[in-house]
């Protein structure tokens, strides 16, 4: 038998003799296993908004000398890659990108071996990139001149000033070159279909070049699009004929060109034969709207019109949901039937028996859950139906009941989180816990931590709000079953704090209900991106608010901070002078904290005081408003709480002119409702004709309400904080 060959291999090797025993020859030839190819990274440069063709397999090769082909190219993070043959990648970077990307490519020989390598574009220079300059599309009729503002969709990614540099003469006109950086192009005399022209732009030192394409239509007047408004029912589909109140002053055909943006609220789509449908979203009830344009048979485009959608609330009956429930052998069973179950306008629900349990019997309470009570010394499986209802529409469900002779108690594990100082996290117990049983567990009680506060929120999570030093600290909670059997488990929470950079803003005066951002930069604007902000809500009156950050790298930043009329600096002169480097420094290690002093950017031009009809602790809201709608027009919306006053001071800043001003006041601080309400000028609970509260030009003014009308919830909208 022959095992191996010592003698001579290799892919030169192509037939050997191998002498055996007996003097007995045989003839073999040996290949040489295939090797997969070389591929080779490769590096290209590329102006900004420039394409890039690349062959990649210069540098490529293959042990067997087979030829090589591009087969895959993956994609870049800031353009496209595509294979415009077997050698060579075009790649077209995204506008106005200015950096390095890469993306990776797979080569493949003659045996489909492949390889994969990765290439890097550098796009645009360090020193300064070519502006960009965009295509313009204008339309025209006969004789008639078109001044083109083509700088207006060019753009440097530099920031350079461009300059219109050059036109090109058109083909069937005239283009000349504004002084304000337009263009006017005049068509031949009496000449209509398409021209184009070129221009350059320069943004003083590089240049970049893009084509107008004109559209010369006839003489005669574009078509006349005019607004529609329609009535539908939530949840159908209607069909509108756009063209029906449309005109052209020729007579021409007409059809609609182009619904020009998405409708709010719905789904548009055109049937390209003058009408269009439209769907609302799911259970919306409320207003929608869309624009179009129409065009003419020759080509002159419309003004475009609004469509306006009123969507007419439709009852959507209630959704109930089949339960699954353990109960004790003799032992009566209350079930919340209602808990799963789902009503889209969160209508109240009645809940009725459709079927009564076979071995058993219900009983509806006012509350409309349901108690069960098993057939004496009965165990084993029962059902029953109900129906729930929201007095327009109803559904039915079933409860499956399992009766049984003892409860095995619920499962509370134990529970480990971590949180920042000051942060707020939620406690997922319910993914803790568990019971034998099946049986649905509800939050019993929970007790308080030794540093950090813990309570249940609207949505009914359990919420830990971290305190403002690192600790360890822990807290219990206690679930149950529905027969009382409970467990406990205990929750322990990491405070770490990771803000190296903190500091406090400093008003002028006392501020409350104020959103304000710092930011944290190398430079003092923000439009051009920040290193990181730090967004807060003053909600009680005070003078000072804090902001901090987290794993700052070291180094020297400018903090600044704005807020609605505030603005501040840190490192600012109490004359208002900037720094003109930054002042902030940030060590290696350890913690710095920061003062920003804030100045009033705009004038305090109004002020006033709310007199209350007695001394009271509750919450306030000041609208200066066009009308006394106050969920619209509104100029300024002053807001605070207040503590053992009958009289409240506020101050804004607002544009002048005549406006409605009226005070709303929780005496209780009951956010539910309002209780006391005043208008400027007049006495309560009167409400001004016309709007009669004048801000002048320029100075103060000072605008003070009476409010001693006792509202009820009754007789007022619900406003909440």
């Known amino acids: ?21 007996s003097n007995k020859s045989i003839k073999a030839i040996f290949i040489s296993e295939n090797q997969p190819p070389v591929a080779q990274d490769d590096s290209v440069e590329t102006d900004v908004g420039t394409p890039v063709t690349i062959k990649p397999l210069t540098n490529d090769s293959d042990p067997e000398k087979q030829s090589l082909e591009i087969i895959k190219v993956g994609q870049p993070s800031h353009g496209r890659a595509s294979i415009v043959d077997g050698e060579t990648i075009k790649y077209v970077p995204d506008p106005a990108f200015s950096g390095t990307d890469t993306f990776t490519y797979i080569i493949a020989d003659n045996k489909n071996l492949q390889t994969e390598a990765i290439i890097t574009v550098t796009v645009g220079s360090s020193d300064n990139n070519a502006p960009l300059a965009e295509d313009d599309n204008v339309t025209t009729t006969a004789d008639q001149p078109v001044v083109v503002d083509v700088l207006a969709n060019d753009t440097d990614v530099d920031g350079d000033t461009l300059t219109l540099q050059s036109v090109t003469a058109p083909s069937n006109g005239t283009a000349v070159k504004n002084g304000d950086g337009t263009i006017t192009y005049t068509p031949d005399n009496g000449y ?100 179009y344009t129409i065009v003419d048979s020759n080509n002159n485009i419309s003004n475009s019109a609004t469509v306006t959608v009123e969507i007419l609330p439709v009852n959507d009956p209630p959704e109930a949901y089949d339960d699954n429930v353990n109960a004790m052998m003799n032992n009566p069973l209350t079930i919340n039937v209602l808990e799963n179950d789902y009503d889209a306008e969160f209508e109240t629900l009645q809940v009725s028996i459709s079927t009564n349990p076979v071995h058993g ?30 007095g327009n529409g109803s559904d039915t469900g079933t409860v499956f009941i399992e009766v049984v002779t ?37 939050l019993d009680s929970f007790t308080q931590p030794t540093y950090g506060l813990v309570y249940v929120d609207e949505y009914g999570d359990l919420m830990y709000e971290a305190p ?96 609605g009329i505030y603005e501040g600096v840190h490192g600012q002169a109490s004359d208002g002078t900037l720094p003109t480097s930054p002042t902030a420094s940030v060590p290696d290690t350890g913690k710095v904290n920061f003062n920003v002093d804030m100045y009033a950017t705009k004038e305090l031009n109004v002020n006033g005081t709310i007199t209350l009809p007695e001394v009271a602790t509750g919450f306030y809201i000041v609208f200066i408003d066009t009308d006394t709608d106050s969920g619209n027009g509104q100029e300024a919306f002053i807001a605070g709480e207040y503590t053992n006053k009958d ?18 006041v929780d005496l209780d601080n009951n956010s539910e409702y309002v209780e006391a309400m005043g208008y400027y000028g007049v006495t309560p609970p009167d409400i001004p004709g016309e709007p009669n509260a004048v801000i002048p030009e320029s100075g103060s003014v000072t605008l003070d309400i009476l409010t001693d009308y006792i509202m009820t919830p009754a007789s007022v909208n619900a406003v909440t904080k």
């Open 647 to 664: 009289q409240i001071s506020y101050s804004a800043s607002v544009t002048p002119g005549t406006y409605y001003v009226y005070a709303m």
């Open 406 to 442: 003892e409860n095995a108690p619920p499962v509370a594990g134990d529970i480990v989180e971590t949180a920042n100082v000051y942060g707020t996290i939620w406690i997922d117990y319910e993914y803790n816990t568990s019971d034998p049983d099946g049986d649905s567990l509800t």
């Open 1 to 21: 038998m022959f095992d191996s060959w010592g003698g001579p291999d290799g892919k030169d090797v192509v037939e050997n003799k191998i002498v055996m025993d």
């Open 192 to 291: 209509t279909g398409s021209d184009s022209f070129t221009y350059t732009v320069s943004d003083g030192e590089l240049t970049a070049e893009a084509t107008v394409n004109v559209t010369i239509g006839s003489g005669n007047a574009a078509p006349t699009a005019n607004d529609d408004s329609i009535t539908m029912d939530e949840d159908t589909t209607t069909t509108i004929d756009l063209l029906a109140n449309d005109t052209d002053p020729e007579g021409d055909p007409i059809s609609v060109y182009e619904i020009n943006d998405s409708a709010t609220m719905g789904i548009v789509i055109n049937n390209n034969d003058g009408t269009v449908t439209f769907t609302p979203y799911t259970d919306y009830h409320g207003n929608a709207s869309f624009a």
């Open 468 to 563: 403002t030093s690192p600790c360890t600290d822990s807290f219990t909670y206690t679930v149950s079953d529905p027969f009382g059997e409970t467990a406990t488990g205990t929750v322990t929470v990491e405070v770490s704090d990771p803000y190296n950079v903190k500091g406090t803003l400093t008003f002028p005066e006392s501020v409350s209900y104020q959103e304000y951002t710092v930011f944290l930069d190398d430079n003092l604007d923000e439009t051009d991106g920040y290193v990181d902000c730090f967004d807060y809500f003053v909600e009680t009156a005070t003078t000072e608010a804090p902001f901090r950050f987290d794993n700052v790298a070291p180094g020297t930043y400018y903090i600044y901070a704005k807020s």
């Open 361 to 390: 019997s219900v009983t509806v309470n006012p509350d409309y859950t349901i108690t069960y009570t098993p057939d004496t010394d009965y165990t084993g499986s029962d059902q029953f139906d109900y129906i729930v209802s929201d």
